[in-house]
């Protein structure tokens, strides 16, 4: 294949710039990356990808690896209980030039996802595991108070588990996400009965989207039902929901991960 025309994904294109994939994406999005659409997915040229390597070496700080050797420190610190630590490897951060959302998805999150794997391995007690997530609730908590972006809010986002989902942790990192893109989020947390969804999308000023927040171990059958109650209560209201579920509306967004999130909240807000 002609190097000119070969293309990468953007996790590909992370990897040879040695970046995260957020970064890679902010890139595409400002228009400092030339990206292409496949089928809903983005991808790079390798042309295109050398050109920037050789324009602008990678930064040092804020969305490369060295935030990685800071998702190390959290993860120890939470599992350790050590809160004033855990805000300490934050506050670092952020003060090296981190974002909001670079210390949310290259700090926290990896080192939340390696709780749930030592978890899994029986490495960590049950309540190892529910003081790490109670941390980090704590911080993203800190995190509310810091300043905010500037200019014109964007509208509001109601994030909400559906009924007997009781894991309220990624709907928190979603509501700090949202924010950090200058949206409003109302975060209805976890084990949400349908008509409170509803009810809070329906009250919502400037509405943009309704995110449901799941696992994979939520019943489609009640991932269906919320979403047929809130399309003949809100027809109009875009409607995200967490993970890659079948059969679900066509009006109906599946997204996988928080970067697919917040690309679909942008593209939403140009509409």
């Not at 990206?35 to 324009?55: F, M, R, Y």
């Not at 490897?89 to 926290?108: H, P």
């Not at 990896?110 to 049950?126: F, K, N, T, Y």
């Not at 999308?201 to 109650?229: F, G, K, W």
Request: net charge negative; glycine share 8%.
């Amino acid at each position: 294949m002609n190097k000119a025309k070969e293309m990468l994904s953007l996790n590909e294109a992370a990897e040879r710039l040695g970046l995260h994939y957020m970064t890679v994406y902010k890139y595409v999005r400002s228009g400092k990356l030339v990206g292409h659409k496949n089928d809903g997915s983005w991808q790079i040229a390798v042309s295109d990808l050398d050109s920037l390597s050789e324009d602008q070496p990678a930064p040092p700080g804020r969305g490369h690896r060295a935030l990685g050797q800071k998702s190390g420190l959290f993860l120890q610190a939470i599992i350790a209980g050590d809160q004033s630590g855990s805000w300490s490897v934050i506050s670092n951060a952020l003060d090296s030039g981190a974002t909001v959302e670079d210390i949310i998805c290259e700090v926290i999150v990896p080192a939340m996802r390696s709780v749930g794997e030592e978890w899994a391995l029986g490495r960590l007690q049950i309540f190892e595991e529910h003081r790490a997530s109670s941390l980090v609730l704590a911080t993203l908590g800190r995190m509310q108070a810091l300043p905010q972006r500037r200019g014109r809010r964007r509208g509001s986002v109601v994030i909400a588990c559906p009924p007997h989902e009781t894991h309220g942790l990624p709907a928190a990192i979603c509501a700090e996400l949202i924010r950090s893109r200058g949206f409003t989020p109302v975060n209805l947390g976890a084990d949400n009965p349908t008509e409170t969804i509803v009810q809070a999308a329906a009250s919502s000023d400037e509405l943009v989207a309704v995110v449901l927040s799941t696992v994979s171990s939520t019943p489609q059958t009640v991932i269906l039902e919320v979403l047929e109650n809130l399309n003949k209560s809100l027809p109009k209201t875009p409607v995200m929901v967490g993970g890659v579920w079948p059969d679900l509306p066509e009006n109906v967004l599946s997204i996988n991960g928080f970067p697919s999130m917040l690309e679909q909240l942008e593209q939403l807000s140009a509409s």
